[in-house]
């Protein structure tokens, strides 16, 4: 994936995969790879899920974390 891709676009993505995957003419090589191909998708959604949650922690008055 050169240029990346949006959360909303991966998880597109990601659902293209699984449709894939679930074709029953699909060869055993295919779904590896698509299979490997999902698992980065999911690893980047995690990710990106993580970075927005600690974006949305903020210091409070007492230098504590509080949720936006």
């Excluded at 949006?6 to 590896?32: M, V, W």
């Excluded at 980047?44 to 903020?58: A, Q, W, Y």
Aim: charge should be negative; include cysteine.
């Amino acid at each position: 994936m050169a240029k990346e891709l949006t959360l909303e676009q991966t998880f597109e993505r990601l659902e293209d995969t699984i449709g894939k995957l679930e074709q029953e003419d699909i060869s055993l090589e295919e779904s590896f790879k698509l299979y490997k191909e999902g698992m980065k998708l999911i690893k980047s959604c995690n990710d990106r899920i993580d970075k927005v949650e600690k974006e949305v922690l903020k210091l409070n008055g007492d230098g504590e974390l509080d949720e936006f």
